[in-house]
Antibody, heavy 121, light 113 residues
Protein backbone atom coordinates (compact mmCIF):
# COMPACT_ATOMS: atom_id res chain seq x y z
CA UNK A 1 0.00 0.00 0.00
CA UNK A 2 1.38 3.38 -1.00
CA UNK A 3 1.76 5.72 1.95
CA UNK A 4 3.00 9.30 2.13
CA UNK A 5 3.34 10.75 5.62
CA UNK A 6 4.20 14.41 6.05
CA UNK A 7 5.72 16.00 9.13
CA UNK A 8 7.34 19.22 10.27
CA UNK A 9 4.51 21.74 10.08
CA UNK A 10 3.34 24.20 12.70
CA UNK A 11 3.32 27.89 13.57
CA UNK A 12 6.21 30.04 12.35
CA UNK A 13 6.84 33.78 12.33
CA UNK A 14 7.08 35.72 9.06
CA UNK A 15 10.60 35.72 7.67
CA UNK A 16 11.60 32.53 9.47
CA UNK A 17 12.25 29.05 8.07
CA UNK A 18 10.64 25.64 8.28
CA UNK A 19 11.43 22.24 6.78
CA UNK A 20 8.78 19.71 5.83
CA UNK A 21 9.46 16.01 5.39
CA UNK A 22 7.48 13.27 3.67
CA UNK A 23 8.22 9.62 4.40
CA UNK A 24 7.21 7.36 1.52
CA UNK A 25 6.52 3.64 1.62
CA UNK A 26 4.80 0.93 -0.39
CA UNK A 27 6.52 1.71 -3.69
CA UNK A 28 9.99 2.18 -5.16
CA UNK A 29 10.52 5.82 -4.23
CA UNK A 30 13.53 6.30 -6.49
CA UNK A 31 11.42 5.54 -9.59
CA UNK A 32 9.03 8.47 -9.23
CA UNK A 33 9.03 12.21 -9.47
CA UNK A 34 7.51 13.83 -6.41
CA UNK A 35 5.81 17.14 -5.75
CA UNK A 36 4.40 19.42 -3.07
CA UNK A 37 0.92 20.85 -3.54
CA UNK A 38 -0.60 23.29 -1.05
CA UNK A 39 -4.07 24.44 -0.10
CA UNK A 40 -4.69 27.68 1.78
CA UNK A 41 -7.56 27.55 4.30
CA UNK A 42 -10.89 27.25 2.48
CA UNK A 43 -9.11 27.70 -0.87
CA UNK A 44 -8.24 25.51 -3.84
CA UNK A 45 -5.18 23.50 -4.75
CA UNK A 46 -1.90 25.09 -5.79
CA UNK A 47 1.18 23.29 -7.07
CA UNK A 48 4.38 24.37 -5.29
CA UNK A 49 7.35 22.36 -6.55
CA UNK A 50 8.38 19.17 -8.34
CA UNK A 51 11.54 17.09 -8.22
CA UNK A 52 12.59 14.41 -10.69
CA UNK A 53 13.03 10.78 -9.67
CA UNK A 54 16.79 11.19 -9.20
CA UNK A 55 16.77 14.73 -7.84
CA UNK A 56 18.61 16.14 -10.84
CA UNK A 57 15.76 18.44 -11.91
CA UNK A 58 13.56 20.72 -9.85
CA UNK A 59 10.73 23.10 -10.73
CA UNK A 60 9.03 25.78 -8.65
CA UNK A 61 6.09 28.10 -8.89
CA UNK A 62 7.21 31.68 -9.35
CA UNK A 63 6.03 32.87 -5.93
CA UNK A 64 8.35 30.47 -4.08
CA UNK A 65 11.40 30.54 -6.36
CA UNK A 66 14.50 31.51 -4.42
CA UNK A 67 12.75 30.88 -1.07
CA UNK A 68 11.76 27.20 -1.19
CA UNK A 69 13.95 24.20 -1.99
CA UNK A 70 12.61 20.75 -2.80
CA UNK A 71 14.97 17.81 -2.29
CA UNK A 72 14.92 14.08 -1.74
CA UNK A 73 16.91 11.28 -0.15
CA UNK A 74 16.22 8.13 -2.14
CA UNK A 75 18.12 5.97 0.36
CA UNK A 76 15.65 7.07 3.04
CA UNK A 77 12.60 7.26 0.73
CA UNK A 78 12.00 10.77 1.98
CA UNK A 79 10.99 14.01 0.29
CA UNK A 80 11.73 17.44 1.75
CA UNK A 81 10.65 21.04 1.38
CA UNK A 82 12.88 23.68 2.90
CA UNK A 83 10.94 26.91 3.22
CA UNK A 84 12.81 30.15 3.93
CA UNK A 85 11.66 33.75 4.25
CA UNK A 86 8.14 32.60 4.94
CA UNK A 87 5.24 34.95 4.28
CA UNK A 88 1.68 35.03 5.53
CA UNK A 89 0.51 33.96 2.08
CA UNK A 90 2.42 30.69 2.49
CA UNK A 91 -0.06 29.65 5.18
CA UNK A 92 -1.60 26.42 3.91
CA UNK A 93 -1.87 22.69 4.24
CA UNK A 94 1.05 21.19 2.32
CA UNK A 95 0.53 17.85 0.60
CA UNK A 96 3.25 15.47 -0.48
CA UNK A 97 2.25 13.88 -3.78
CA UNK A 98 3.58 11.27 -6.18
CA UNK A 99 3.87 12.34 -9.79
CA UNK A 100 2.76 9.62 -12.16
CA UNK A 101 4.68 10.88 -15.16
CA UNK A 102 8.40 11.30 -15.45
CA UNK A 103 8.01 14.79 -16.86
CA UNK A 104 8.21 18.25 -15.37
CA UNK A 105 4.43 18.35 -15.29
CA UNK A 106 2.28 15.49 -14.11
CA UNK A 107 -0.90 14.39 -12.48
CA UNK A 108 -0.65 13.16 -8.91
CA UNK A 109 -1.84 9.66 -8.13
CA UNK A 110 -1.17 9.50 -4.38
CA UNK A 111 -1.41 12.21 -1.74
CA UNK A 112 -0.33 12.37 1.87
CA UNK A 113 -2.68 13.45 4.64
CA UNK A 114 -1.20 16.94 4.61
CA UNK A 115 0.64 19.09 7.14
CA UNK A 116 -0.48 22.56 8.20
CA UNK A 117 1.92 25.48 8.04
CA UNK A 118 0.78 28.73 9.66
CA UNK A 119 2.87 31.86 9.13
CA UNK A 120 1.92 34.46 11.69
CA UNK A 121 3.46 36.72 14.30
CA UNK B 1 0.14 29.79 -17.04
CA UNK B 2 -2.78 27.74 -18.31
CA UNK B 3 -5.97 28.90 -16.60
CA UNK B 4 -8.54 26.27 -15.67
CA UNK B 5 -12.13 27.44 -15.28
CA UNK B 6 -14.68 25.17 -13.63
CA UNK B 7 -18.45 25.51 -13.62
CA UNK B 8 -20.62 25.55 -11.70
CA UNK B 9 -18.85 26.49 -8.46
CA UNK B 10 -21.43 24.49 -6.53
CA UNK B 11 -24.51 22.40 -7.15
CA UNK B 12 -27.06 20.53 -5.09
CA UNK B 13 -28.45 17.25 -6.28
CA UNK B 14 -30.60 14.44 -4.96
CA UNK B 15 -29.28 10.94 -4.52
CA UNK B 16 -29.69 8.96 -7.71
CA UNK B 17 -29.45 11.94 -10.04
CA UNK B 18 -26.79 12.47 -12.68
CA UNK B 19 -24.50 15.48 -12.35
CA UNK B 20 -22.17 17.17 -14.83
CA UNK B 21 -19.18 19.33 -13.90
CA UNK B 22 -17.45 21.40 -16.56
CA UNK B 23 -13.81 22.39 -16.91
CA UNK B 24 -12.42 24.71 -19.56
CA UNK B 25 -8.74 25.39 -20.18
CA UNK B 26 -7.26 28.60 -21.61
CA UNK B 27 -5.36 26.59 -24.20
CA UNK B 28 -5.64 23.15 -25.74
CA UNK B 29 -4.54 20.24 -23.57
CA UNK B 30 -4.42 17.85 -26.54
CA UNK B 31 -0.88 16.88 -27.45
CA UNK B 32 -0.65 16.03 -31.14
CA UNK B 33 2.28 13.66 -30.62
CA UNK B 34 0.18 11.07 -28.78
CA UNK B 35 -3.39 12.38 -29.17
CA UNK B 36 -3.79 12.48 -25.40
CA UNK B 37 -5.48 15.18 -23.34
CA UNK B 38 -3.40 16.16 -20.31
CA UNK B 39 -6.33 16.60 -17.92
CA UNK B 40 -7.03 15.00 -14.54
CA UNK B 41 -9.93 15.10 -12.07
CA UNK B 42 -9.71 14.84 -8.28
CA UNK B 43 -12.22 14.40 -5.49
CA UNK B 44 -11.68 15.97 -2.07
CA UNK B 45 -14.07 14.93 0.68
CA UNK B 46 -14.42 17.11 3.80
CA UNK B 47 -11.36 16.88 6.01
CA UNK B 48 -9.51 14.59 3.60
CA UNK B 49 -6.72 14.93 1.08
CA UNK B 50 -7.54 14.93 -2.64
CA UNK B 51 -7.97 11.63 -4.44
CA UNK B 52 -7.24 11.02 -8.11
CA UNK B 53 -10.35 9.98 -10.05
CA UNK B 54 -9.54 10.42 -13.74
CA UNK B 55 -6.42 11.05 -15.83
CA UNK B 56 -5.82 11.46 -19.56
CA UNK B 57 -9.27 13.11 -19.46
CA UNK B 58 -11.16 9.81 -19.46
CA UNK B 59 -9.12 7.03 -17.81
CA UNK B 60 -10.43 6.02 -14.40
CA UNK B 61 -7.89 5.45 -11.65
CA UNK B 62 -7.89 1.92 -10.26
CA UNK B 63 -10.70 1.41 -7.75
CA UNK B 64 -12.79 4.40 -8.86
CA UNK B 65 -16.44 3.43 -9.42
CA UNK B 66 -17.59 3.39 -13.03
CA UNK B 67 -20.28 5.97 -12.26
CA UNK B 68 -17.49 8.55 -12.60
CA UNK B 69 -16.97 9.34 -16.28
CA UNK B 70 -14.52 11.82 -17.76
CA UNK B 71 -14.92 13.16 -21.28
CA UNK B 72 -13.92 16.01 -23.56
CA UNK B 73 -10.96 17.10 -25.63
CA UNK B 74 -8.94 20.17 -26.46
CA UNK B 75 -10.16 22.91 -24.13
CA UNK B 76 -13.52 21.59 -22.91
CA UNK B 77 -13.89 18.74 -20.46
CA UNK B 78 -16.64 17.18 -18.37
CA UNK B 79 -16.87 15.00 -15.30
CA UNK B 80 -20.16 13.14 -15.14
CA UNK B 81 -21.29 11.35 -12.01
CA UNK B 82 -24.20 9.07 -12.68
CA UNK B 83 -26.56 7.96 -9.93
CA UNK B 84 -24.97 10.24 -7.31
CA UNK B 85 -24.60 8.72 -3.86
CA UNK B 86 -24.30 10.41 -0.46
CA UNK B 87 -20.63 9.41 -0.31
CA UNK B 88 -19.97 11.56 -3.39
CA UNK B 89 -20.38 14.75 -1.31
CA UNK B 90 -17.08 16.48 -2.04
CA UNK B 91 -15.28 19.19 -3.95
CA UNK B 92 -14.13 18.20 -7.42
CA UNK B 93 -11.09 19.73 -9.09
CA UNK B 94 -9.76 19.52 -12.61
CA UNK B 95 -6.03 19.87 -13.28
CA UNK B 96 -3.97 20.32 -16.42
CA UNK B 97 -0.54 18.76 -16.72
CA UNK B 98 0.13 19.77 -20.32
CA UNK B 99 2.58 22.40 -19.17
CA UNK B 100 4.38 23.68 -16.09
CA UNK B 101 3.15 24.95 -13.78
CA UNK B 102 0.44 22.31 -13.44
CA UNK B 103 -2.72 24.25 -12.60
CA UNK B 104 -6.03 23.41 -10.97
CA UNK B 105 -9.53 24.68 -11.40
CA UNK B 106 -11.14 26.48 -8.46
CA UNK B 107 -13.29 23.47 -7.66
CA UNK B 108 -16.94 22.46 -7.80
CA UNK B 109 -18.67 21.70 -4.52
CA UNK B 110 -21.21 18.93 -4.75
CA UNK B 111 -23.92 19.06 -2.14
CA UNK B 112 -26.83 16.75 -1.61
CA UNK B 113 -30.34 18.09 -1.29
Amino acid sequence: EVQLVESGGGLVQPGRSMKLSCAASGFTFSNYGMAWVRQAPTKGLEWVATISYDGSSTYYRDSVKGRFTISRDNAKSTLYLQMNSLRSEDTATYYCTRGRLGYYSSYFDYWGQGVMVTVSS
Amino acid sequence: DIVMTQSPSSLAVSAGETVTINCKSSQSLLYSGNQKNYLAWYQQKPGQSPKLLIYWASTRQSGVPDRFIGSGSGTDFTLTISSVQAEDLAIYYCQQYYDTPPTFGAGTKLELK
